[in-house]
C-alpha cells in the first residue's frame, strides 16, 4: 500500500517515547483503549443501558492476515418494520488506539438490518459489536480476531 | 489528500417492488488516523470521512459514522427495500468540509 503503515509508525513512535523515558504522559493517548476507555464510550452512547448477548450475527474473520483491512459484516433479526427496527448498531475494537470503529444507523426502509465495511486492527483483539432496538432494548455481541500483521510484524 | 475521492457505487438499475438490494458502495480517500507521524516526528493531523449518507428520494434510509478505525479506501454495504421508483443520493463527509456525492436512478420492473 503506497500510504505506508499507520499502526506500524505509531508503534514506533510509541516504542521511542518510552525509550526516552519521556512517555508518561504522551503515553495514555497513543496506548490502546482499555477496559475502562471502552466502558466509557460505550457509556456516553447508552447510560446505563445493559445489553444482552443475542440477536447479532457479527462476522469477523478468526485470523486477519492484513490488520490494515479487516472484512466486518453485521446482521441483527428484526422484522425492520415502522415500530420494531434496529435503530443503530455500534462496533468497537477494544486494542485500538481510539475504540470506536463504526456506528450504522437503519431506518425501516432498509428492510434489512445489515451492513459491511472494512476497518484497521492494531493487533489481536476482541470486536464488541451493540445493537439498539427502535424500543431502547440493546444486544451485543463479541468476537475476537486474530492479527497476524497488525504492524510490524507482530 | 494524495487524489482526489471518486466514490463509487454498484445499485441494481431496476428491481421489483418488494425486493431486497443490496448497495455496495466504495470511495478512494486516505482516511487518515491522525496517529501517524511524518518523517519530522509531527503528527499527520487526522482527515477522515466521518460520514457516509443514502437517501432514497431526499429520505435518509441508512447513514454510517465512520471513525479512524476504518480502512483506507472505505467500503460500505447495506441492504434496502425496494418500494417505489427514484434515485438514491449518497453522501460522503470528509473531515475537511468537503462533501462527495454520487447518484443512482432506481426503475421498477
Known amino acids: 500500500m503506497a500510504s505506508g503503515n499507520r499502526f506500524c509508525s505509531r508503534r514506533r513512535v510509541l516504542q521511542l517515547a518510552f525509550a526516552a523515558n519521556s512517555g508518561l504522559l504522551l503515553a495514555p493517548r497513543f496506548a490502546q483503549a482499555d477496559a475502562k476507555s471502552l466502558a466509557d464510550e460505550i457509556r456516553k452512547l447508552y447510560a446505563d443501558g445493559k445489553p444482552t448477548d443475542g440477536r447479532i450475527k457479527l462476522d469477523v474473520p478468526q485470523i486477519a492476515e492484513n490488520g490494515l483491512v479487516v472484512p466486518i459484516a453485521i446482521d441483527v433479526e428484526s422484522p425492520m418494520s415502522a415500530d420494531d427496527y434496529v435503530k443503530a448498531v455500534h462496533v468497537f475494537a477494544d486494542g485500538n488506539p481510539l475504540p470506536q470503529v463504526v456506528s450504522f444507523r437503519f431506518s425501516p426502509e432498509c428492510g434489512k438490518a445489515s451492513a459491511s465495511t472494512r476497518m484497521r486492527l492494531a493487533q489481536t483483539q476482541n470486536i464488541l459489536c451493540i445493537a439498539e432496538m427502535s424500543n431502547g432494548t440493546l444486544y451485543s455481541a463479541k468476537a475476537e480476531v486474530k492479527v497476524t500483521i497488525g504492524g510490524c510484524g507482530g | 489528500m494524495a487524489t482526489a475521492s471518486v466514490p463509487r457505487v454498484r ?73 417505489e421508483p427514484g434515485a438514491f443520493t449518497f453522501v460522503w463527509k470528509d473531515d475537511n468540509g468537503s462533501e462527495y456525492t454520487a447518484t443512482s436512478k432506481l426503475t421498477i420492473v
Open chain 2, 11 to 83: 445499485v441494481p438499475a431496476q428491481a421489483r417492488a418488494g425486493e431486497l438490494i443490496e448497495i455496495k458502495t466504495l470511495i478512494s480517500h486516505d482516511m487518515e488516523s491522525g496517529q501517524r507521524k511524518d518523517a519530522a516526528g509531527k503528527t499527520i493531523p487526522r482527515q477522515i470521512i466521518n460520514r457516509f449518507t443514502a437517501s432514497f428520494n431526499g429520505r435518509i434510509v441508512f447513514e454510517a459514522d465512520w471513525y479512524t478505525s476504518v480502512s483506507a479506501n472505505p467500503y460500505q454495504s447495506f441492504f434496502y427495500r425496494v418500494k
